[in-house]
């Protein structure tokens, strides 16, 4: 049996924020589509980072900014974390692990394919190795 990859457990056709788009545009659009994560994509649709649900709560309310007045580009922090359509499970393992993260965006190429999320991945990899993820993501 072949390997289990990006590819085989991402949710396809990830929908990205724009850049210049506010909170609040991104808040509604986590809503309608049911997720708590969106790429934001920035100049030729190229992904510039990942905001969540907690970052609006945390980055914008928490702080009393005006969502509608916050611009998703401020909130994408360096280099988005990604991984590849054809790596398997292990290196999205690693990936996550490493960089303290629950979500995924999916690269073909240079083509944001989907999104990888930590309940894809424990469903792909065996009991043990799933547990040690989740515990390497709930720790500090």
């Known amino acids: ?20 788009d506010n909170a609040l545009d991104a808040a509604r659009k986590m809503t309608d589509l049911g ?3 969106l790429p934001i994509c920035g100049v030729n ?4 980072g990942v905001v969540t649900d907690r970052d609006i709560v945390v980055s914008v309310l ?14 994408a922090q360096g280099e988005a974390v990604t991984i590849g359509a054809d790596d398997g499970a292990d290196e999205i393992f690693s990936t996550m692990t490493r960089h303290k993260v629950r979500r995924l965006p999916v690269i073909d190429g240079t083509d ?3 999104m990888v999320a ?8 065996d009991a043990p190795t799933s547990g040690r993820l989740i515990e390497a993501l709930s720790t500090d």
């Not at 007045?69 to 909130?75: A, D, P, Q, S, Y």
């Not at 930590?118 to 990899?125: G, P, S």
Request: net charge negative; hydrophobic share 50%; with cysteine.
């Open 35 to 37: 997720v708590g994560a």
């Open 45 to 48: 649709n190229r992904l510039v």
């Open 1 to 20: 049996m072949p390997a289990t990859k990006a590819r085989d457990i991402m949710t396809a056709g990830a929908e990205c924020v724009q850049a210049h």
């Open 118 to 125: 930590l309940a894809d991945v424990a469903r792909a990899l």
């Open 112 to 114: 944001l394919v989907g």
């Open 62 to 75: 928490g702080k009393g900014l005006d969502p509608a007045e916050v611009e998703m580009g401020t909130l």
